[in-house]
Structure formats: structure tokens, C-alpha cells
T-cell receptor, first 114, second 114 residues
Framework: DAMVIQNPRYQVTQFGKPVTLSCSQT?????MYWYQQKSSQAPKLLFH???????NEADTPDNFQSRRPNTSFCFLDIRSPGLGDAAMYLC?????????????FGPGTRLTVT | AQSVTQLDSQVPVFEEAPVELRCNYS??????LFWYVQYPNQGLQLLLK??????LVKGINGFEAEFNKSQTSFHLRKPSVHISDTAEYFC????????????FGTGTLLAVQP
């Protein structure tokens, strides 16, 4: 089945220690998104790629970076995680631009910062 | 700027009873509307969407929603709920046009009791 895969499902990192979360997709979608979802809150868009074009949300901290080496893979890098970065990180994909496009979500990676 | 309001953070309901989860939005332009469901420790799954046309939209798992432009609402309904419907439900809006950005509400926990 075509899907969005996130690894690992659970990640523990230390305060200030860089961490990378990965997302892959078999849907061949050209748009990939990263959302941050803190406990009992709505998912919040951090950034997205339209093909190779990177689109950062204005309020996304500089501590968060992303890479998309090819269509299938996208990475979220947190350069110096703080306690406030503990959250579920959701990757999503969509086919093409436009607000009508359904987004397909992965199962998420739950990040704990100690 | 767009926003989504889900006034009920939690809705308890008995099994086989009907349920309505409320969603109101604000936007200065035409929008697309979505309902997503999130089961514990999982990603989001699309329940249904309104793009245009008939204001009554039917989705998966027996859910339906009605778009009311004058009241800027998109309430989700199910005539008879099951224990397995227990989950977090998110209403989301995106603008018509080229943007891919989804704005989510804060979610409603549907707690189905036997």
C-alpha cells in the first residue's frame, strides 16, 4: 500500500543534542510537509517543500531545519532541542498545489527531550 | 487571516447515540473545509472534505458534515456512534487558490462510553 512512513516512532534526545527525524513516502507526491503537534494542541505547520522549493512558515524557529534530498524522503533537523520542542512531529504529503488537495499523514514521531 | 474554532474540547456520548462536533471558521476568502480524525499515537486520517457543490458531505465511517456559509460552520455528525469512534477530531480550513496551508482547530475528543 502506498503510504507515508516516519522513523523512528519514538525518539528521545538530550537537551541541546541535535536530532534528525525522517519521513519517506511511496505516494510519489511532490509536496511534503512537517507539522509540530504539542500535547492536546492542533498540528502546526513548520514548513513544506513543493518539489525542491522550500517554504518556511514565518514563525518557525531557526532551530528547525529541513532537507529533501529526493522526492521520496524528507528530514526534519532540530539543531539544539529544548524542553519546549518535545512534541509529536507529523509528516504529510499531497499531490500538487492548491488548498483543495488532501494531505496524507504519517503516524508521527514522538520526540522527548531530557 | 483564517482561523478555526472548535468550541468543545471533549464530547462524551454513549454508544449508539447521535453526536455532533462543532466547527466554526473565519476567512475573508473562499475556503475548503476538512475533518480529520486522529486515533491515539497515530497520524491524521481524512474523514471528509468540502470543496464546492452540495453542502452536505458524506465521509468514511458513517460521518457527514454540512457546510453553512452564512453561519461559517462545518459541523460533523454521526447518527449512531461506536466505541471505535473514540478519537480526537480536527476541523481544518485552507484557502482556495495556490496555497497548501491547512489551519487546524484545537480538536475535539470524542469519548464514546458503553
Amino acid at each position: 500500500d502506498a503510504m507515508v512512513i516516519q522513523n523512528p516512532r519514538y525518539q528521545v534526545t538530550q537537551f541541546g543534542k541535535p536530532v534528525t527525524l525522517s519521513c519517506s513516502q511511496t505516494l510519489n507526491h511532490n509536496v511534503m510537509y512537517w507539522y509540530q503537534q504539542k500535547s492536546s494542541q492542533a498540528p502546526k505547520l513548520l514548513f513544506h517543500y513543493y518539489d525542491k522549493d522550500f517554504n518556511n512558515e514565518a514563525d518557525t524557529p531557526d532551530n528547525f531545519q529541513s532537507r529533501r534530498p529526493n522526492t521520496s524522503f524528507c528530514f526534519l533537523d532540530i539543531r539544539s532541542p529544548g524542553l519546549g520542542d518535545a512534541a509529536m512531529y507529523l509528516c504529510a504529503t499531497s499531490s500538487g498545489a492548491g488548498g483543495s488537495r488532501e494531505q496524507y499523514f504519517g503516524p508521527g514521531t514522538r520526540l522527548t527531550v531530557t | 487571516a483564517q482561523s478555526v474554532t472548535q468550541l468543545d474540547s471533549q464530547v462524551p456520548v454513549f454508544e449508539e447515540a447521535p453526536v455532533e462536533l462543532r466547527c466554526n471558521y473565519s476567512s475573508s476568502v473562499s475556503v475548503y473545509l476538512f475533518w480529520y480524525v486522529q486515533y491515539p499515537n497515530q497520524g491524521l486520517q481524512l474523514l471528509l472534505k468540502y470543496l464546492s457543490g452540495s453542502t452536505l458531505v458524506k465521509g468514511i465511517n458513517g460521518f457527514e458534515a454540512e457546510f453553512n456559509k452564512s453561519q461559517t460552520s462545518f459541523h460533523l455528525r454521526k447518527p449512531s456512534v461506536h466505541i471505535s469512534d473514540t478519537a480526537e477530531y480536527f476541523c481544518a480550513v485552507s484557502e482556495s487558490g495556490a496555497t497548501n496551508k491547512l489551519i487546524f482547530g484545537t480538536g475535539t475528543l470524542l469519548a464514546v462510553q458503553p
